[in-house]
């Protein structure tokens, strides 16, 4: 969820931010720097986005506050896809990744 507002987002470790769509920002309430723009590599090419934060997003237990987003005016993620869950989320987190599985869990104190 996205504060609060359920969303389907793919898992995409080579983005440096979560992405969203800008209906589903709009429905989330994130607030976005209209006057910012963020020029984005995606396997579809450049596109252009604004730069956003995010108040809460949670993937089951996981909770993360205060996450920098990036929107899409475009955002064409496939149907169904709201945006990619990327390291802005991903990086607080230890993540494992094997050929059957994907395991986020809570960070340690060392």
Do not use: H
Not at 42 to 65: C, E, H, M, P, Y
Not at 72 to 91: H, N, P, R, T
Request: contains cysteine; charged residues 20%.
């Amino acid at each position: 969820t996205i504060n609060g507002v359920r969303g389907t987002l793919v898992l995409d470790t080579g983005a440096t931010f979560v992405s969203l769509k800008n209906s589903f920002a709009q429905k989330a309430g994130v607030e976005v720097d209209q006057a910012s723009i963020v020029r984005l590599r995606t396997a579809n090419g450049i596109v252009d986005g604004k730069r956003g934060r995010a108040q809460t997003i949670q993937l089951r237990s996981l909770l993360a506050k205060d996450v920098p987003i990036v929107v899409q005016a475009g955002g064409a993620y496939g149907d169904g896809i709201d945006g990619l869950l990327g390291m802005s989320f991903l990086s607080r987190f230890n993540i494992n990744i094997d050929a059957k599985t994907v395991r986020i869990s809570p960070c340690t104190a060392r």
